[in-house]
Every structure is written in structure tokens, then in C-alpha cells.
């Protein structure tokens, strides 16, 4: 799932952007990419909408402030990893400064989660992030294409249908179904490639 | 396409890469072989995007983590509430991060910075390319930001507006003159990449370059340094020179169409769009459009008369003016409108360098004076001697110590005065056409200037070894370095640059491999064998082929040879593309294709050989007169032989263009009677081949009449 070194790494220089202090624009679009992700984490661990609003605003101004320190090191964890502790601690955070872990029963949300699923708060971020990406990746590039090529792009990759079938119900050749798939299949990696920052690697 | 599908094959094929042809046959193996379906279908399973997908499928599942909208409400408000810290958070830690370079600085005039525009959504593709901004807009179309979507290249496209674009032939015309620019390769022009039609308009892609062009480095500075402004035009008349001696003519020439990069190059923009906007312009077309007021202020004189009166020497004038305006701010010659401009610019006599700038040296006022002449003829004339002037100038202010510099009375950007000096000078670009000897010389005054001494100075310490102090030591030849005096004299015609030296002479150790016969300039013997070759630099006249199989591999490698004359490829089997790189050879005069099975698709890549006198077709029986219209392109030839071609009264159209015509064979082709009238007109006929053609002993005696003195017509 990592898009290694070989691949031309464009899509670091978002991150390059929101590091000089004009680039509104480029903050703007850091946000709208995973603003969302990381409320809907919050969200997660049974934090109130108006909680995760309040952790989502402290993740980002943690992020402004150690922006400085990124670095393209492929040693050191990836972007993915650090925006994923950042967001734990912060939530931790909240919630002792909140002490609602204590004083709320039912609704101790971290703990009950790290007592029940050990271990796993690694993957379900990884889920989270992934699958927040992915989807993000896909509103963005639908624009592009016109309706047959999105499609058949559809049939043959989200429902997982064989290119045969994809070319009956659209009524065109089985090696047209393969070129839109394939047309659209890159077009999704590149997108993902811009928006997850896999290659960005932040140094502590 | 009997043969199953490679898999190299089958990503192009999906990625779209393959040619109509190709493609077609692809298309019609896979939809029926069942195997290499299979194959298709592994091949673009992607584990990868698989993974993420699947991600995705896990949270969809999992009823905890259902999605909570995030309105755009929420986004501003969490994007407001934090970008401030983020604000101060970025300003305090910027000034502990060492410039790198890498950011642009905020004050930054470019629209283009460098990096971030790959991120940015496309607005628009055309082709492979991926529009992302635009960038400007002028008289000839809209400039964008573009990338290549597969090399992932910035680029610079140029969307063509045009009125004609509908008309073919404009369409044609727009591909020649992009094949022209294309084959130019010198630093000091942008670079054409790529041209082509879309949305019935044409774009022309260019390399991308970071900096500014000198219409808003001029709008942001006012005016520059006399050392900026030398060092700025001293590149573009030197890249000119090299436009000029590819036949070409910008026509456009004015500060917004020379490019300054980030490291101090400049860069000629917009080649051969001129020729295309204006050539079919004519004067009452300068009334009411805008844009044509950009180039008026620039426009020579003769240029405004007619485009037929143009030529090298009218950039020339251009440039001048645009000197003018690096220096002192302001354009020679403004009316308020376009056309009393242009009556201005014939009519007004130019104004005087020094009574903006007191302080300009005696030799660039001159300088200028010679690049603005009404009349062509005065001027300086060639972007050659404009170069050798400014680099004599050039060469002598590095010289003097900085504090007696003589422009640090400007009020300059000494950032700009910098990036110029310390920019990469050009090997500077010799005239290949020259159309009467230049009338300015530099005055006796300049050298009684005190300058001299210090240079003189500055030549004791070079002997010394410090070679360092000279900014430019290659533009001075050796031999003169030991004298300041002389280093005016102009430099040998017969040398080439030692770039071009070493492409004549591997081009000469390759033609003597093929088996042919060699003529240097300036020596008249025949040279068979490489040791023969003379050690100095030379420039290669003539190549003679033995009879053997010629095709684009076994001329490729003569590209480039900017003298060669003649060119006998008699005998020969010449295929179809064999003749692709002879474009190159400007200068080619005399062109031999006797019995060479040659077909109008192989000839029809001499067009660009503007200087040729003389062709020989005789005996291609492959030829018809469709092939030979491209003889129409000619209007110097003298000499043609056609005998023998299964042509007609349509192949010879060409003889109404080239009134020099002196000797022409058409025995033995179908020529008739109805050809008579224009061979009558060509007035310095001296041997005229007639027999077995299908001209009467009327027409003879016709055409004899009109030639009382000298009867043209020979037999056999």
C-alpha cells in the first residue's frame, strides 16, 4: 500500500506549501483533506460532535506548530504514523483534561477501546486514514471522466464485476471496458499518492 | 495481428500510447483471443490500490465507524480558527529554516513559483498535457501552466486564437513554421517541445523556465542598469543571430517576448507566432486592435510598409528599441495610437540615448543610433556585430574596479545587475548572411577613454595567470588578448565555434566512412580520406555519395552542417526519409537527386532549402507532378534538371517563382505547349532542353522569338 521511493514524490510539495506562511491556500486544502479524518477518529473514540470539533482544532495547531520539522526521511515514520500519534495524544489529552473518563460511566470512550482491542488502535487508524483517503481520492477525480468510463471503472473495480459483463451492460467492446479501468485505476493511485503524503516522512 | 500481445505492448495499449494504426490492430487481437484477455485483466489487477480499497470496504463494514459528515461550514471554521496559529507558528520557525531556495520568497512579482502547481487539479486537458493556470493572455492565445501527464514535466502551452484556424492552409503554415522553430536549439531561445491541434484551435508547448519576462521586470523596476540592460540585450541579439541564420525572422521582437530566468538567461519567446499573426495583416488590421499597440512601439519601419519588406534587419530595429526602454524606461517612439506610432517611427527622427541618460557611454549611444536607422541599410546589420559590440563594452566595465563602475549613479536592483553578470554567456553567434557591410564603427574616442589603460592593466594580470578577473575570457581570441587595441577587429568568417567544429568534423570522419568525397571552404582539393582532414577548424562545402542505399541513418549524422553547398546524392537509392535531415542544411545551393528512384514523398523534404540554385531530378520515374510542387517553395533556382520525369505542364509551376532560371531540361517529359508563355518570360534563359517533350516546333519558334539575341533552345 505504500507507493515507495520510485515514485515521482510530486505530491510532497502540499506539504512544502503549508509550511510558508502565505500559502492560505495550501492550509485551506491541508484541512479539507483531513479535517474530516480526524474528527470522525474523535468521533470514533465517543467523543461528542462538539468534543471532536475541539480536538480536531488542537491536532491542527499541534500540526502548524512541528510542520517545521518535516523531513523526507524514509527512516523515520511516515506522515501516515505521525498525524495518527498526534491525534491519539491529543485525544488523550482531552480527555484528561476533561477527566470525563473518570466521571463519565459508559462513556470512558479511549479506555474501554484500548482495554477491548489491545494492540489494534494501530490498525484502526491505518483503516481510518486508508479508507478516508481512498474515498476522498475518488469524489475528487469523478469530475474528470465522463459517465461511461466512471462506469465501467465501477463495474469492473468497485463491484468487482469481470470486464465481460461490464461490456455487455454498457453495450461496447471488452478492450474499451480494459482502457477506461485501467485509464481511471491510475488516475485513483496518483490522487491517493497526492492526498495520503506516503512518501513524507516526519523526523522527531 | 496474429501474434499474441507483449506485455510491454499491452501497457502502451492501455495507457493509451499506441498510434491509430497500431492500436487498431491490438483492438482486434484482444476482443477475440481469450488468453491475452486473461492477461489483460492480471496485468491491470493493481494489489496495491487493492489494499486501500479494501480499507475503505473495512470501515464502510464496521458499524462503529460510521462517517460523520464534515460540513464546509466547519472546515472554514476549523480552517479560520487555526490558520493564524499555524500564521505564527510558520513566521517564527521560517526564520530558523536556512534558505534553501526551494521556497518562494512571498514577495515574489512570477505568477509561476516553483513546485506547487503539480498539486493543483487540472483545469483543462488538452492532449498529454494538463492545463493547471493561466498565465497570461496576449494577441496570439493564452499561455498556461501545464503538465505533461506522464512525464510529470511542467510546461508552458500556448492555447493559438486565431480568426483563420478553421482554414487549412493556416493549419499547415502553423506546422512548417513549427518544424522551423523546433529545429532551433540555442540557449538563448525558449524551446518549442511539442505542437498540435485540439478543440479546433492549435497549442505549441515550450520548456518551462522560472523568472520573468523583462516587460514586467521593466514594469516593476522601472529601468535597469546599463550593465543589466547590456548583458540582457547582448543574449537576445545573440540568440537572434541564430534565428537569422536558420532564415527565420522574429518579427516580434519587444520586452514582453524576451524571458529573463531565475539564473540570469534570457530566453526569446514566441517564435514564429509573429509570422502567423501578421502575415496576412495589413494596415488598416493595426487600427482597431489593441494588442497590435504592444508591437508598434518596436515595429521598423519598412515593416509596417509591408511583410514583404521585411527582413533579419527589422529585429534589429527592435531590438534597439527595446534597449532604449531597458534603459532609460521609456520606448523611443509613443503616439497615441497604433498607426501614428508606426507613421512616427518612419517619419520622426529616433531620440538620443543621452538625452535620458547623460551618462551613457559614447559607444552604446552609437550602438543604439545604428540599431534604429530608418533605413535598413544603415543600420548595423547583423545581431552578430551587436553581440561583438556589446561584449567589447561588456568585456571592459568587468574590468573596471566596482567603485568606478560607470552605472552605479542608477538606481538600480543590484540583485538584477548580479544575475545578469553572473549569467551564462553564450558562445557568441556568427552571421551566416550579411547584406552590405555595416557603416558604424566605433569612434577613435572610445579608445582614447582612460578605460583603456585599466584594461591594459587587467591584461598584465591575466598573463600573470589570474584569469579569474575576466568575466568572459573566451570572447576574446588569444592572439588579441595580448593588445587591447585590436580587439575590435572582427573575428575570422571562416573559423567556426568550436561547437560547431567538432559537428563538421565528426560529421566529415562519418561521411568518409560512407565513402564519399569531401570539400572543405577555403580549399578546393578533394578530400578521400580522414587523414586528409585539415587539423584547424573547418567547415565542410561539399559531400559527393558513391552509388549505395541512402536513408534518414546515413544522413542523420551530417545534421546541422550550417555551410554545406553542395550535395550529390546521384545513383544513389534514396527512400523516403532519407532526405528528413537535410532541412538543416541552410545553406545547401546545389542539390544532385540524378536517378536516385526517388518518389514525391522523398522530395518532399527539401522544402526548407530556401537558398538552392541548383537540382538535378533527371531520370526518377517515381516523381509526378504532385512531388514537384514542392519545387514551388524555391525562388532562387537557376539550374534544374527534370529530363526524363513523367511530369506535365502542372510539374514545371515552379519556373513563374524563379525568374533567375538560367538552364532547364524538360526533354523528354510531358510538357506542352500551354507551359510556353511563362518560358518566354524567363529572361535569363541561356539552355533551354526541349526535345522529345511535348512542345511543338511552334512553341520552339515561339519562345525563339522572344529570345532574338541568344536563342536558348539547345538540342540534346
Known sequence: ?204 | MEKCISDSLLFQYLVNELDADLSELVTDHLNHCASCQKRTEIFSEDSELREWHECHQRRENDEASKSHPFSQDRLDLLFNSTISSFHQSAAQTARHIPPTGEFPPSNQTSSISIGKELNLKPIRTIGQYQLIKKIGQGGMGIVYLAIHSRLKKKVVLKLLLHKDWDNANQIQRFYREMQLVGQLDHPNIVRATDAGEADDTCFLVMEYLAGHDLKSILNAEGKVSITAACSIIRQAANGLQSIHNSQLIHRDIKPSNLFLTSDGQVKILDLGLAGLSHAEASFSDLTDSNCIMGSACYMAPEQAQSVKTIDQRSDIYSLGCTFYQLLTGQVPIRKNTPVETIIAHREEPAPRLSEQLPQIPEELEELFQSMIQKDADDRIQTMAEVVKKLDVFLAHQSNLPANDSSDTYLDESQELKQLCINADVTPAVEALNHYSSTQYQATPRFFKNNKVRLITAGMVLLGAGLTSLFLIPDLIPDSQQADPIISNAPLKINEPSPIQAELERKAAVWALNQGCVLVIHGDKKEIHQIESLPAHGFYLRSISFKPQTINAETMLPLQGLSKLENLYLNDCLVTDNALLPIHSFISLKKLDLHDTEITDEGLSHISGLKNLTHLSLQKNHKLTDQGLQVLNQFQNLVSVNLARLKISDTGIHFIRNNPNLEWLNISETAVTDQSVKYLKALRRMQNLFLHKSKITDEGSNEIRTAFPDNDPIKSE
Open chain 1, 1 to 204: 500500500m505504500n507507493y515507495g521511493s520510485d515514485w515521482p514524490s510530486t505530491h510532497i510539495t502540499l506539504l512544502k506549501r503549508v509550511r510558508v506562511p502565505t500559502d492560505t491556500e495550501a492550509w485551506q486544502e491541508f484541512v479539507e483533506i483531513y479535517g474530516p479524518l480526524i474528527y470522525n477518529y474523535c468521533r470514533k473514540f465517543k467523543l461528542s460532535d462538539c468534543d471532536s470539533e475541539d480536538v480536531c482544532q488542537d491536532v491542527f495547531r499541534q500540526i502548524s506548530t512541528s510542520l517545521h520539522s518535516f523531513e523526507y526521511n524514509q527512516k523515520l515514520g511516515r506522515f501516515r504514523s505521525w498525524l495518527g500519534t498526534v491525534t491519539y495524544h491529543e485525544i488523550c489529552r482531552f480527555l484528561k483534561r476533561n477527566k470525563r473518563f473518570k466521571n463519565q460511566s459508559g462513556a470512558n470512550g479511549l479506555q474501554d477501546f484500548i482495554y477491548e482491542q489491545p494492540g489494534e488502535i494501530d490498525a484502526v487508524w491505518t483503516d481510518e486514514f486508508c479508507g478516508h483517503i481512498y474515498t476522498t481520492a475518488l469524489d475528487n477525480i469523478r469530475t474528470e471522466f465522463d459517465d461511461k468510463t466512471w462506469k465501467a471503472f465501477e463495474l469492473t473495480w468497485i463491484n468487482d464485476l469481470p470486464p465481460v459483463v461490464a461490456a455487455t451492460e454498457l453495450q461496447t467492446e471488452i478492450t474499451w471496458i480494459y482502457k477506461a479501468k485501467f485509464l481511471v485505476q491510475r488516475r485513483l493511485k496518483d490522487e491517493i499518492q497526492r492526498l495520503s503524503f506516503d512518501s513524507v516522512v516526519f523526523q522527531k
